[in-house]
């Protein structure tokens, strides 16, 4: 069953609550018109854009259709691309101006206080011209001269709350600054982000997206419109008819095997380290490998509260043996000890019962006996960097 989204009279530039990130975006480059956006599958939240305006209005060919969701990732990933360096300016502007508004409150009571001492002295001045004899006009100046003075003490209390309300912060480093706008992606990928709020954003930043299909390459052409001229071209693969978009079955083996010793973080980075990516083609980050636990039912990491970890990387498996790391693993590659090695650029995994076995005893003798490899570094010795392989 299919639903249409966007109704032909109504404008597109108000954000809808559905999950089409571009509705009302895309316009065809064979006949000019906008795509409008159906949501397909059992649950009715799959995006699928189509050109089919001519063939409902004039009885003309449909001009293309393809799914949404792989056309969507990709156009996101390219608007984070382009907003997140503005996100570390815009960083660098707000510490500027919040700066700016503390000087000028107090620029401001630093100009009240020199009329102030300006007004003091001439009053001073006053009382010190008039004639000692004219008490009535001596009176009346000295009470001046004592207000202008109090008016003084008033602004220079105000100066001190205000610093001392207001204390001067550290300057924000570029590196934090960097930090803080690499948390945009963090809250793009939120589920409690609302899809109104991202469309907005992409309205801010684009103004349309032509769409066409190479039927020689089988791809999806995109022509990304940005807001002040600027023009990028994407070509992605068009997903054929009966084509699934699962993840790999050895990446899911990877993922179940990563679990053991590494959060959804860690593991993330090793499979982008690897060049894998999901099934859409998309680089892994950790909300993606959470949702690929969650649909594959895998367990997610949790540290033991006693610290006895049963699994362990390369690192702390040799630092128990108080081996050196190679001499584990080239003992691991030549079968001489088990250990898993899910990805070629990934951690070596070991069972903490696989060493206390009489091979692990064999290694570490063997190790001591020869010279010409240490057998480790000091037990109490620490490691600069935490090992993963």
């Known amino acids: 069953m299919v639903s249409d989204n966007v109704p032909a009279s109504r404008h597109h530039g108000a954000p809808k609550h559905g999950d089409a990130l571009l509705a009302g975006l895309f ?9 409008t956006v159906r949501y397909t599958g059992n649950n009715h939240n799959i995006p699928r854009y189509s050109c089919w305006r001519g063939l409902l209005d004039n009885g003309e060919p449909r001009c293309i259709a393809f799914g ?12 984070l691309g382009v907003v997140e360096p503005g996100a570390i300016a815009a960083a660098a502007e707000a510490e500027g101006n919040m700066s700016s508004q503390r000087d000028q409150v107090r620029d ?22 008039a004639d000692p004899e004219n008490r009535l006009v001596a009176s009346e100046l000295e009470a001046r001269w004592n207000k202008t003075l109090a008016r003084v003490s008033e602004i220079e209390n105000k100066i001190a709350g205000h610093d001392a309300a207001t204390p001067q912060p550290s300057p924000m480093s570029t590196s934090e ?21 991202k469309k907005r954003i992409v309205r801010t ?17 995109l022509a990304i419109h940005w807001v002040g001229g600027v023009h990028t071209q994407l070509r992605l693969p068009k997903r054929h008819r009966g084509q699934r978009n699962a993840t790999p079955d050895d990446i899911i083996e990877a993922v179940q095997q990563l679990v053991l010793i590494a959060n959804d973080d860690v593991i993330a980075g090793v499979l982008n380290r ?20 969650s649909y594959r039912k895998i367990p997610v990491f949790r540290p033991q509260t006693d610290g006895i970890e049963p699994w362990l990387n390369l690192g702390n498996a040799a630092r128990l043996l108080s081996v050196a790391p190679k001499t584990l693993r080239l003992a691991a590659e030549a079968g001489e000890i088990e250990g898993v090695h899910p990805l070629p650029n990934g ?41 993963m392989t």
């Open 177 to 197: 600054m960097a930090a803080l706008a690499g948390n945009l992606r963090a809250v793009w990928a939120a589920p409690s982000t609302d899809a109104r709020l």
């Open 205 to 221: 930043v684009i103004h349309e997206v032509i769409a066409d299909l190479d039927d020689v390459t089988s791809e999806i052409v």
């Open 108 to 129: 401001a009571l630093q100009r009240d206080l020199q009329a102030a001492r300006y007004a003091a002295d001439r009053a001073f001045r006053q009382y010190d011209a």
């Open 27 to 35: 316009r065809c480059k064979r006949c000019g018109r906008k795509l």
């Open 274 to 293: 690897n060049g894998l990516t999901t099934g859409n083609g998309n680089r892994w980050t950790r909300e993606r490998v959470t949702a690929l636990r």
């Open 68 to 79: 949404g969701l792989r056309v969507d990732d990709a156009i996101e990933e390219a608007l």
């Open 347 to 387: 951690p070596w995994i070991f069972n903490r019962s696989k060493l206390a076995t009489p091979q692990a005893r064999q290694i570490v003798h063997r190790a001591r006996q020869n010279p010409k490899y240490p057998a480790g570094s000091h037990a109490d010795q620490e490691y600069l960097f935490p090992s």
